[in-house]
């Protein structure tokens, strides 16, 4: 079935970088719309960032917009989010995810429009 592991989490000081890696395997990686979402303890599962199948066009959440950035590699069949300027706030478990449609452009930010998500990686920011 459908495979994505995300890699790259860890613990960094406030104002710290970290990047996050998503590698998918056993589907048409290259046609669809992947997208990054997080969930902190005690919170609901929130929208972060997507792209769409070519990498031209990229979404993000107001709460990360101008520090993080999504990109694609579809040669590595990977998803990458580039996390600059952390704050304590971004502290969540973060999971890669592939839209259920590949008519369903890179806009969508409901979880339910997402049909396999990966196991997640903790990202713990201290200040």
């Known amino acids: 079935q459908v495979q994505l592991v995300e890699s790259g989490g860890g613990l960094v000081q406030a104002g710290g970088s970290l990047r996050l890696s998503c590698a998918a395997s056993r589907f048409s990686f290259s046609s669809y719309t992947m997208g990054w979402f997080r969930q902190a303890s005690g919170k609901e599962r929130e929208y972060v960032a997507s792209?769409?199948?070519?990498?031209?066009?990229?979404y993000y959440a107001d709460s990360v917009k101008g520090r993080f950035t999504i990109s694609r590699d579809n040669a590595k069949n990977t998803v990458y989010l580039q996390m600059n300027s952390l704050k304590p706030e971004d502290t969540a478990v973060y999971y890669c995810?592939?839209?259920?449609?590949?008519?369903?452009?890179?806009?969508?930010?409901?979880?339910?429009?997402?049909?396999?998500w990966g196991q997640g990686t903790q990202v713990t920011v201290s200040s």
């Open positions: 995810a592939k839209l259920r449609s590949i008519w369903i452009s890179s806009p969508a930010q409901e979880g339910r429009m997402y049909d396999y």
């Open positions: 792209i769409n199948w070519s990498g031209s066009s990229t």
